[in-house]
């Protein structure tokens, strides 16, 4: 079982560019989970996308959006970057109703 | 709106003694609890919960942590800690009523095992 896994593992972009991050969540799950984790900071829920549509969204402007496709894995799109973006983008996997949430190691995006 | 508070941002202490990482949340609405461990350059690993049932709650590798309600307190202890210990480690909690599951985090705290 490969776990959740992240790609890619780091990204340097310019302020105003556009990236997206990718996910692929533990075999079986059908529910991701992104969150966004500053330097010296927890986590920050994001969203959660569930059959294919987003579930649940934390406090995060339009700039950050996603996408699940329909084998679950999921896409974190963010537009127009500031340097306050940069953080580790971590996503989670889930089964729908469960509490157990599992962890990719992370993208680290810096944004310059 | 629920908060959780981890005072400590370091825990400095020597191998083999006890440590005690304090977790503490805001809202006495019904929750579920988590302590969560980050070791360098990893994910996130799922350490201990505390859903319903025994307010103590044990993990595979010595940590255990108690729920106090009239506290709103969730601290995580260890008897005696090991250098593989040094880790960040996140409390997590989660309102029963939220279907989702969304989980609303600490800062974490650092442990430091001094040689």
């Known amino acids: 079982d490969a776990g959740v896994t992240q790609s890619p593992t780091h990204l340097i972009k310019t302020r105003g560019q556009q990236v997206t991050l990718r996910c692929s969540p533990k075999s079986g799950h059908d529910t991701v989970s992104w969150y966004q984790q500053a330097l010296g900071q927890g986590p920050q829920f994001i969203f959660q996308?569930?059959?294919?549509?987003?579930?649940q969204r934390g406090n995060f402007p339009d700039r950050f959006s996603g996408h699940q496709f329909p084998n679950y894995s999921s896409e974190l799109n963010v537009n127009a970057l500031l340097l306050g973006d940069s953080a580790l983008y971590l996503c989670a996997s889930s089964l729908d109703n469960s509490y157990e949430q599992y962890f990719g190691p992370g993208t680290r995006l810096t944004v310059t | 709106a629920q908060s959780v508070t981890q005072l400590d941002s370091q825990v400095p202490v020597f191998e083999e003694a006890p440590v005690e990482l304090r977790c503490n949340y805001s809202s006495s609405v019904s929750v579920y609890l988590f302590w969560y461990v980050q070791y360098p350059n990893q994910g996130l690993q799922l350490l201990l919960k505390?859903?319903?049932?025994s307010t103590l709650v044990e993990s595979i590798n010595g940590f255990e942590a108690e729920f106090n309600k009239s506290q709103t307190s969730f601290h995580l202890r260890k008897p005696s800690v090991h250098i593989s210990d040094t880790a960040e480690y996140f409390c997590?909690?989660?309102?029963?009523?939220?279907?989702?599951?969304?989980?609303?985090w600490g800062a974490g705290t650092k442990l430091i095992i001094k040689p």
């Open positions: 996308y569930y059959e294919e549509e987003e579930r």
């Open positions: 997590a909690v989660s309102d029963q009523m939220d279907s989702n599951y969304q989980l609303i």
């Open positions: 505390y859903l319903s049932g």
